[in-house]
């Protein structure tokens, strides 16, 4: 086995003392964890238990909050909705970094007007948010199957 010399037993005793010294500062320096859940979660659980969350957005957003979440990603269809769920959001110190929309992509006749819908969405939510992602998922077609020509679209 080989002999540690006198150099490297200083070294390793000199990083061990500061290691506790230097873990503070960079644990000190970490953001907090920010935990967000989506609005679908708590309009599923609301339907569970009878009741509706979007008929009382306000009351919904205030046990979001109660719950601990820091934020929401909420569902935003239109550029109204954006304008009355955020200060909704605000109200109740939730962040929105990001939101959810649906948009009709197999219809080449609905295909332009709901993409500027989601970008004029987008637009406004991060005007008055921290609006990082936009989740956009494709209309499914209820007991059908899209299509080939569809899915191409």
């Known amino acids: 086995m080989p002999r540690t010399s006198r150099r490297d037993f200083l070294q390793i005793v000199a990083a061990a ?47 979001v909050k109660k719950s601990g979440m820091d934020g929401v990603e909420a569902m935003l269809g239109s550029v109204a909705a954006a304008d009355q769920i955020v200060p909704l959001l605000n109200k109740h110190g939730l962040a929105m970094r990001s939101c959810y929309t649906g948009a009709t992509l197999h219809e080449a006749d609905q295909v332009q007007a709901n993409i500027d819908k989601v970008v004029a969405t987008s637009a406004r939510a991060k005007e008055l948010t921290d609006l990082r992602i936009v989740v956009v998922n494709p209309t499914p077609l209820r007991g059908e199957t899209k299509t080939d020509a569809q899915l191409a679209t």
């Open 17 to 63: 003392a500061s290691a506790p010294l230097t873990s503070r500062f960079v644990f000190a320096a970490k953001p907090q964890l920010h935990v967000a859940c989506n609005q679908f979660c708590w309009i599923n659980m609301y339907q569970r238990h009878g009741k509706n969350f979007n008929a009382d957005l306000d009351t919904g957003f205030a046990e």
